[in-house]
């Protein structure tokens, strides 16, 4: 009679023996299962790659076309200012053209009328002479330079025609011919701007410099000669 340990033995045998053969049974059921369905896993994996294919097409599409118009926008934007450069520069343009032509006119009218004084300048007679004088290597004018001036101007405010102002620049005899020539220029400038100031026509004031003068004393030398002619009137004793 076989003993207990045997007896355990074999029961525990065929219990294993039975357990390994349903495991393998339930594999084989598992994988039969699985197999069948592994069709239709495919097709939905392969759906969804498509799918994720076709969301990353139109992103993709989506963010040319705002790239795209992102780029139109600023291109729209840089045209529009451009154009309006443009047009600030032709307005521009258009002004400067504007003055242009009225000053050309102006200048017209004054070379008109100074051509007509000029044809009758034999007519002319001298009729009053003063002189400026100037410090040393200027051509600012003095408070009594400015008095004198304004006698001048004075004098021909109510003349509207028939008069012309000859202004001479001169200079002392210290320096060189060029740049004493170009200061004396610049005092009879000087005085030809003040009395525009004062309303005297500049087409009426005939400006010239004659650089150094050396004629007795030196300060008398810086000077700005004025000639006030009038066209029909005798040549008056001239006064300083």
Do not use: W
């Amino acid at each position: 009679m076989p003993n207990r340990n045997s007896m355990f033995s074999i029961v525990v045998l065929l219990i294993a023996s039975a357990l390994a053969f349903s495991g393998c049974a339930t594999r084989q059921y598992v994988k039969g299962e699985v197999g069948a369905v592994e069709p239709q896993i495919s097709e939905v994996r392969n759906v969804q790659a498509q799918q994720a294919e076709r969301i990353d097409a139109v992103d993709r599409r989506a963010l040319e076309a705002g790239i795209t118009a992102d780029r139109a926008v600023a291109a729209a934007a840089n045209a529009a200012e451009k154009a309006v450069a443009a047009d600030r520069r032709a307005s521009e343009a258009d002004r400067r053209a504007n003055t242009a032509q009225q000053t050309a006119t102006s200048a017209m009218n004054r070379v008109d009328g100074f051509e007509n004084e000029i044809a009758n300048l034999d007519k002319y007679s001298v009729v009053d002479e003063k002189a400026v004088t100037f410090s040393f290597d200027s051509d600012f004018l003095s408070n009594e330079a400015v008095s004198r001036l304004d006698d001048i101007a004075g004098s021909l405010s109510n003349a509207k025609t028939g008069y012309l102002i000859e202004l001479r620049g001169f200079t002392d005899s210290i320096g060189s011919e060029k740049y004493n020539f170009d200061l004396s220029e610049r005092r009879a400038e000087s005085v030809q701007r003040y009395l525009a100031s004062k309303d005297i026509p500049l087409h009426r004031i005939v400006v010239a410099g004659f650089g150094k003068l050396n004629v007795g004393d030196r300060e008398q030398n810086r000077k700005v000669s004025i000639r006030v002619l009038r066209s029909g009137s005798p040549v008056a004793t001239a006064t300083r």
